[in-house]
């Protein structure tokens, strides 16, 4: 595996509080890797600043070894990214136009436009729902025209900010078994922020625990869930508990 994307001594500020604080973090390519903790640990905003939709106070950003800046950072490497959020955030059209705009967006031809928004309405089963008003969907049904809308693009790293907490439990296991299958049949780098444990031991392959700010543990997945350390162990013990 080779390094993605990376920071390097980040800190982000706000209000003079630091919010953030990590000396170094990699994303392995082809990974599809976990960002968990507390409340207010920082989860989000770390993963703002890693699809560059935010700048840190400090630190440096990489993407395959090449620093990014705000200055350098060009359409091209944004459109090198993926983001799908718990909200899905429709637009006020059909199911197929929300799933085809970013591709509309890059100019791409309408037959080619229409051929992908085929491939992945039928990946995500909701071919049937092409015409219908985004805004007459089930939650479940808009998380998946939300992620059919990401990986349309054909996206480098994808980044998932709680996309299924809103979900009730069979919609979201359905969802979770088939989002794997696809992300590990494209190999797509994959940055999966969650508050659940059980989600996050299903979907993936590393998993970091942030507090504070801070990364306090970082691993193969069953490694940091199996063997917590002192400051970790209360957070995932807790978990541990809940789904034994
Ligand atoms: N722009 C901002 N200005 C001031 N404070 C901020 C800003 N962005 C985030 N924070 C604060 O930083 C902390 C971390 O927020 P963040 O949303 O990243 O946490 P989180 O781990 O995603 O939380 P949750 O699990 O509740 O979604 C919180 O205390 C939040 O209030």
Redesign the pocket.
């Known amino acids: 595996m080779s390094t993605l994307l990376s920071i390097e001594n980040i800190t982000y500020s706000?209000?003079q509080r630091t919010?953030l604080s990590i000396p170094a973090f990699a994303i392995e390519q082809g990974e599809i890797i976990g960002i968990m903790?507390p409340?207010?640990?920082?989860?989000?905003?770390?993963l703002k600043l890693l699809s560059m939709l935010d700048s840190p106070s400090e630190g440096s950003l990489f993407f395959k070894g090449a620093k990014l800046s705000a200055q350098n950072v060009s359409i091209d490497m944004r459109r090198k990214f993926a983001i799908a959020l718990q909200q899905s955030l429709l637009l006020n059209t059909t199911v197929y136009q929300n799933v085809a705009l970013g591709l509309k967006l890059r100019k791409l031809p309408k037959k080619v436009i229409r051929d992908k928004v085929e491939y992945w309405l039928e990946k995500f089963k909701i071919a049937h729902l092409a015409k219908k008003h985004a805004y007459h969907l089930s939650g479940g049904e808009a998380q998946r025209v939300n992620l059919a809308r990401a990986m349309i693009l054909d996206p480098e790293v994808l980044f998932l900010d709680e996309p299924f907490s809103a979900l009730d439990f069979p919609t979201k296991v359905q969802l979770l078994k088939e989002l794997k299958e696809i992300l590990k049949a494209t190999k797509t780098t994959t940055v999966f922020?969650s508050?659940d444990l059980l989600e996050v031991k299903y979907l993936t392959d590393r998993l970091a625990i942030?507090m504070n700010g801070e990364i306090c543990q970082i691993g193969p997945t069953l490694e940091v869930v199996n063997n917590p350390n002192q400051v970790t162990a209360p957070f995932i013990e807790e978990w541990n508990e809940f789904i034994k």
């Open positions: 706000k209000q919010i903790g409340n207010g640990a920082g989860k989000s905003t770390l922020v508050h942030l």
